[in-house]
């Protein structure tokens, strides 16, 4: 199924239904709420809301889980710029040039380019999503298990890039994270496994509460020893740019839109990547290359789009190979799964409502967030004072409601509180988080379609080298860890987790 | 602890002896119906993978000197906040179940607010009184959500 305006047209008349819309400016609202509160981060964010939409229908939910995600990425921008706390890696620049923005009295123009910013590369990165998904989607429907296997071990070979320097711990990480999806009944033969002969572990390890505990309750802690508390005092009163302004960034917009995306739809290069790549580019193309780290509108501008051009380009591989390129899209991927969707190329045939709905929301929570925060700058810039003492509590809350709602077993809320734990240790040891999510939501698909596929071939391991698209991906998945395992051996320097990755 | 690489070679070892355990728990999974795939083998795999990597990082960490990193672990103050900022989430969970959401989680805020910020004492209680309250209305009442009401508003 390619792309069609037919399937565009569809998609808007169920994303304009006035439920949608609502789910989708309160998506808006609470990513962005999320994005701007310091202590959260979009990733947090997406898995503390993530069990709490298991309300809503499916297509609702992932609109508004959609909504959260873009809108948190927006968000951040904000405590950037106010208080110069960069909420992820890839806020730095913004950070950097917004502070000093802010400190010449112009946070809210800078605040207003960042969300103009956004919204263009936001828009032009739907609309490149809209043409390119599908298509990637049409050659991938002749996928059988083979294909799936090879596909998800190519995701797992991610733990490479998504480790940093740290290989040995992001493969610790990521075998960590298949032996929690491994506890309890084998999804072929039925069989228990890791139970140690008890009844509640028969059922599994729910992975919502592992991605909250990791996220959630671990960034509650590193806070809590951190002693954060809230520090801005600053006042906006304009927030109007000046033309020259929006002349001055046009061009960084367009162009850092086109980097983002491109870039995004590389597995491992996630927004923390794109946006320095996107910064020092336009240092390049600048007419006053000087200004930079001095307060640069087209520098903050840059680094804006192409953070929310990265953002959106990860969806391409989400829908079209079920393929998560970032943390956050891990995440999203536990959240399509948990409404029984399963993300990959036949998506775009079983489910053409839903994910077209999803993409024709996209366009309209873009717009949203415009309107949405242009007008609502003093209101964010508010929000940022709000101290850690009320804050942590109400994340824990939101937190154990999230994860208790989703098989309504205090089991899962004590496993969220175990791996709160596991978490807070692995940012203390260096350990990358990352793999240890992509790991637990891939476990027992990665196991299923091993199991069909060796069935297929009477138990030849061969069949994933003879087929040529699962060759590829192997061969693909051999190379990213040959050079990864290469890239250590030659280091020869202690595992440490770099800034490139993502926790 | 206080050094990445002492760190390292601990923690390498430690998940070297949970590869063990993982490789024992796989060879007691009773395989029921014959398959290619056996239910033993993916832990088995995980747990060779944990076994090698566990080992692999002790060895690395213990042959690589000179370059060193010191971890940024809390002082005093820092763990006795940690400890309790666990434990209150642990009775919160134990509450849940006996009192209610709405009321485990009033519980749960005013002592949490009020632990971070002794002063508060007034801002605590208003706050989750808010909260239990949208926990009631909004979960329990309107979504009508499995949460345990507790036994003063079943």
Same mark, same amino acid.
């Given at each position: 199924m390619g792309f069609s305006f037919d399937y565009l047209f569809q998609g808007f008349s169920i994303a304009l239904t006035w439920q949608n819309l609502f789910w989708a400016a309160v998506g808006c609202f609470i990513g962005t709420l999320v994005g701007v509160l310091p202590g959260i981060?979009?990733?947090?964010?997406?898995?503390?809301?993530?069990?709490?939409?298991?309300?809503?229908p499916p297509t609702s939910a992932i609109i508004m889980m959609a909504s959260i995600y873009y809108g948190a990425m927006y968000g951040g921008s904000t405590t950037a710029i106010v208080v110069n706390i960069p909420g992820e890696a890839s806020s730095v620049p913004t950070a950097i040039e917004g502070y000093e923005l802010a400190k010449q009295g112009r946070a809210g123009p800078a605040l207003a380019i960042a969300a103009i910013a956004s919204f263009v590369a936001g828009t032009l990165s739907v609309i490149a999503l809209t043409f390119f998904a599908p298509t990637l989607a049409q050659f991938a429907v002749v996928f059988g298990p083979?294909?799936?296997? @090879?596909l998800m071990f190519m995701g797992l070979s991610l733990v490479i890039s998504l480790s940093g320097r740290a290989l040995l711990k992001g493969i610790i990480s990521m075998a960590l994270g298949l032996t929690a999806g491994l506890i309890g009944q084998?999804?072929?033969t039925g069989a228990e496994r890791l139970t140690f002969g008890s009844v509640t572990l028969t059922v599994g390890v729910d992975f919502i509460a592992i991605i909250v505990g990791l996220f959630a309750i671990s960034e509650v802690m590193i806070n809590v020893e951190q002693r954060l508390t809230s520090i801005s005092k600053m006042e906006v009163k304009s927030w109007m740019p000046t033309w020259t302004d929006i002349k001055q960034c046009t061009g960084a917009m367009l162009r850092s839109s086109t980097v983002g995306f491109l870039l995004g739809l590389l597995p491992g290069c996630a927004p923390s990547v794109t946006s320095f790549v996107a910064y020092d580019v336009e240092k390049r193309f600048s007419k006053h290359p000087e200004l930079f780290s001095h307060g640069a509108m087209d520098g903050l501008a840059a680094t804006e789009a192409s953070n929310n051009a990265t953002s959106t380009a990860g969806f391409v591989p989400l829908f079209s190979f079920g393929l998560p390129t970032a943390p956050s899209m891990a995440v999203l991927l536990g959240g399509l799964m948990m409404y029984g969707l399963q993300p990959g190329p036949m998506l775009f045939v079983t489910n053409p409502d839903f994910v077209w709905a999803v993409i024709a929301s996209m366009y309209i929570g873009n717009v949203m967030l415009l309107v949405l925060n242009l007008p609502l700058i003093g209101l964010w810039v508010r929000i940022v004072r709000i *101290?850690?003492?009320?804050?942590?509590?109400l994340i824990v809350f939101c937190a154990l409601v999230g994860t208790y709602s989703v098989r309504f077993q205090t089991f899962d809320i004590w496993i969220m509180l175990l791996f709160g734990v596991i978490g807070y240790?692995?940012?203390?040891?260096?350990? *990358?988080?990352?793999?240890?999510?992509?790991?637990?939501?891939?476990?027992?698909?990665?196991?299923?379609?091993?199991?069909?596929s060796l069935l297929i071939s009477w138990g030849s391991p061969w069949i994933f080298f003879t087929r040529p698209i699962s060759a590829v991906f192997m061969a693909l998945?051999?190379?990213?860890?040959?050079?990864g395992v290469w890239a250590q051996?030659?280091?020869? @320097?202690?595992?440490?987790?770099?800034?490139?990755?993502e926790y | 602890m206080k050094t990445q690489r002492v760190a390292d070679i601990v923690v390498g070892c430690g998940i070297a002896l949970f590869g063990i355990l993982i490789i024992y728990a796989s060879t007691l999974i009773t395989s029921g119906t014959p398959h290619k795939l056996p239910p033993q083998t993916f832990p088995m795999v995980v747990g060779i993978l944990l076994l090698l990597c566990g080992s692999g990082l002790a060895l690395k960490s213990w042959t690589i000197r000179g370059v060193d990193f010191a971890i940024p672990w809390p002082d005093g103050e820092g763990v006795r906040t940690l400890f309790v900022v666990i434990a209150s989430i642990a009775c919160y969970i134990i509450l849940l179940n006996r009192l209610g959401l709405p009321i485990a989680s009033f519980l749960?805020?005013?002592?949490?607010?009020?632990?971070?910020?002794?002063?508060?004492?007034?801002?605590?209680?208003?706050?989750?009184?808010?909260? #239990? #309250?949208?926990?009631?209305?909004?979960?329990?009442?309107?979504?009508?959500?499995?949460?345990? #009401?507790?036994?003063?508003?079943?």
């Open positions: 981060g979009p990733v947090s964010g997406i898995a503390i809301l993530l069990p709490l939409t298991a309300v809503l083979p294909e799936y296997f @090879a084998d999804p072929l *101290p850690f003492y009320i804050l942590g509590p240790f692995m940012r203390k040891l260096g350990f *990358p988080i990352a793999p240890m999510v992509l790991a637990s939501v891939l476990a027992q698909m990665l196991e299923t379609s091993l199991g069909q998945a051999f190379l990213s860890i040959g050079r051996i030659k280091a020869k @320097a202690p595992e440490v987790v770099t800034d490139d990755a | 749960y805020i005013t002592f949490s607010i009020w632990y971070l910020k002794r002063s508060k004492w007034l801002l605590a209680i208003v706050i989750s009184l808010i909260t #239990a #309250a949208i926990s009631y209305f909004l979960f329990i009442r309107l979504l009508a959500l499995s949460f345990p #009401a507790g036994p003063f508003l079943e």
